[in-house]
């Protein structure tokens, strides 16, 4: 029988395909090894579930949303973006950064701050509020999460596969276990960021709530602008697509045009984050 499933495994060869909350250990056709093309965590295809010993085989792989490299995984739909507020201090640059990145690939940045419980400084509170103010899914998590921010959490995430993301010793994996009973392995912060390893090492997927799926990772190592990003930098930075229509010339990069509608309305800190990130690239 031919079933459409979910890959959520994949190590040496070896591969599980979820369908409706059942798991398939399965093998790819040898057509697959044969045209160089890889199966990735993430990939939505056909197999055929056989009866008995015969091992379950996949048929077909369904065109992909998008893809990544490290780690190697595709058809993301959400990115919850990590990040800190204390213990790493929060690093604004970073998830600038990575919202860009991901709203190039069209996935929807999710920013998870963390660690709320060790005190907000006003610093960060205003930061925290741009993000806020500028129409983006935020959730503050630190000893316990509200029942409101949960359901919204759960709204976001349905039917949908997001990874998780940010750099080592934010709380990836304490989040995802204080959802689940997972009990992933978390790491002392100070270690971790000594050692500048991740605790987490592989990408896995999860069941964060029924019919919402995540990927633990242990961050993007290759998540950088491409020569021909850079281009698209302009309009596709933090919310700058929003404020884009105001701007006088089409071919505005917001450095000190007359006329551009995003250098009135941004923070100091928003432009400088876009001008490090414009000019690190040439
Ligand atoms: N006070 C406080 N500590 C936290 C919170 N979240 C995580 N921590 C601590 O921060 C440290 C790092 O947490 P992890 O969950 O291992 O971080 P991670 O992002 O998964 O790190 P990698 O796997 O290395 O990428 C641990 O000591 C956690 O107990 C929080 O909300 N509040
Ligand atoms: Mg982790
Ligand atoms: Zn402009």
Redesign the pocket.
């Known amino acids: 029988m031919e079933k459409i499933g979910i890959v959520i495994y994949s190590s040496g060869g070896n591969y599980r395909v979820s369908f409706d909350s059942e798991v398939f250990n399965v093998k790819p056709m040898g057509i697959f090894r044969k045209n160089n093309e890889k199966i990735l965590v993430g990939d939505m295809v056909v197999f055929e579930v056989n009866e008995g010993d015969e091992l379950n085989v996949i048929t077909k792989l369904l065109k992909r949303s998008n893809e990544f490299v490290r780690p190697n995984i595709s058809n993301v739909d959400n990115a919850i973006i990590?990040t800190?507020i204390t213990?790493p201090k929060l690093n604004d640059y970073y998830l600038d950064k990575l919202i860009t990145i991901f709203q190039m690939k069209n996935v929807e940045p999710i920013i998870l701050f963390?660690?709320?419980?060790?005190g907000i400084s006003e610093e960060s509170q205003e930061i925290i509020n741009e993000y806020i103010n500028a129409g983006y899914k935020v959730i503050i998590?630190?000893?316990s999460l509200s029942e409101d921010t949960l359901n919204q959490l759960k709204q976001w995430t349905e039917n949908k596969l997001s990874v998780i993301t940010?750099?080592?010793?934010?709380?990836?994996?304490?989040?995802i276990?204080k959802l689940t009973n997972l009990n992933?392995?978390?790491?002392?912060?100070s270690k971790?960021l000594g050692r500048g390893?991740?605790?987490?090492r592989h990408s896995e997927v999860f069941e964060l709530f029924p019919n919402s799926l995540v990927i633990?990772t242990?961050?993007f190592s290759s998540l950088n602008l491409e020569k021909r990003d850079f281009e698209l930098l302009p309009h596709n930075f933090f919310n700058f697509g929003d404020l884009f229509s105001g701007c006088r010339f089409n071919d505005c990069r917001h450095i000190n045009e007359t006329g551009c509608n995003i250098i009135p309305n941004s923070s100091k800190r928003t432009l400088k984050n876009y001008w490090k990130l414009m000019t690190k690239s040439e």
Not at 114 to 118: C, G, I, V
Not at 166 to 175: E, I, L, M, N, Y
């Open positions: 990590t800190s213990e963390t660690k709320s419980d060790l998590s630190g000893d940010g750099q080592t010793g934010v709380g990836k994996s304490t989040f276990n992933l392995k978390t790491g002392e912060i971790a390893k991740h605790t987490t633990d242990p961050g």
